[in-house]
């Protein structure tokens, strides 16, 4: 079976990942550019058991949009946030796809927010979805698998 770690830049934070994701995507919204830094902010969610945290996480909690909570655990000592949880999505935790440091980490297929997208960003690959629809209209998941949310 596959492991990956994710790491904090400072090495504190690590998250072995066992398996593959349910479900990898980027989010063009304003709140993951923030969080990031970056103008989109890439993602896989795990089921839980499948995620092991070591070290001591520091927690944000942010109200989205869609009125639930997001809950992101992120280094006290150099600040990178390296997983979230999201109220709805009961058993699955998010984990930031750059934490891992691996340029071959799986593709993204859900590309959300897009109405936020900078222009110049384009997210390829014939069976990426792609989605503009706020999350205010869009009910979390719990069927990750047959039907796919968003955050
Ligand atoms: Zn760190
Ligand atoms: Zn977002």
Known sequence: MTTRTATC????????????????????????????????AAQDRWRGADVELRGDAKQWTRRADSGHAATYSFCPTCGSTVAFVIEGW???????????????????????????????IEVTGDDVKHSSTTSAQRMPGLNIDVDPKDN
Do not use: N
């Open 9 to 40: 830049r400072c090495g504190a934070l690590t998250i072995k990942c066992t398996g593959e994701p349910v479900r990898v995507s980027v989010c063009h919204c304003l709140a993951c550019q923030q969080r990031t830094g970056a103008p989109l």
């Open 90 to 120: 009961e058993g699955v935790t998010a984990v930031t796809m750059g934490a891992f440091a691996d340029p071959k980490f799986p593709a993204p297929k859900f590309s959300v927010y897009e109405h936020r997208k900078h222009d110049w």
